[in-house]
């Protein structure tokens, strides 16, 4: 895994976890990997995967079960799919808005490569 430097590493781990859930390759109310398992996936020391995992249960988006590991919650993909929206109308979007004030780029404009990229898909 490639980490970037603009968010520290344990969020871009719970990031990946949460892609992976939405993705369908954790379903809600099933086991994930260990946090050793999942450390040793992505490379990293186990306890700034321990931090993934007590963030992402912090979220309510995995849940322990004494004994048997953690468990992707219900509801999670709604829950990821909510924050990432709030995420990206309250830090991404003021951010490209700067960049297309600053680089003149119309509303049209960007429309345009919006359409651009959308068929292409």
Known sequence: ?????????????????????????????????SVREFAAHVEVNVNTCMRAYDWLQSQEIIFTKRGLGYFVADGAKQSITNMRKTEFFEEFLPELIKQMKTLNITQQELLNEINKETDMA
């Open 1 to 33: 895994m490639d980490f970037k430097e603009k968010k520290a590493i344990y969020l871009q781990i719970a990031d990946y976890l949460c892609d992976e859930i939405l993705q369908g390759k954790y379903p809600e109310s099933e086991r994930i990997p």
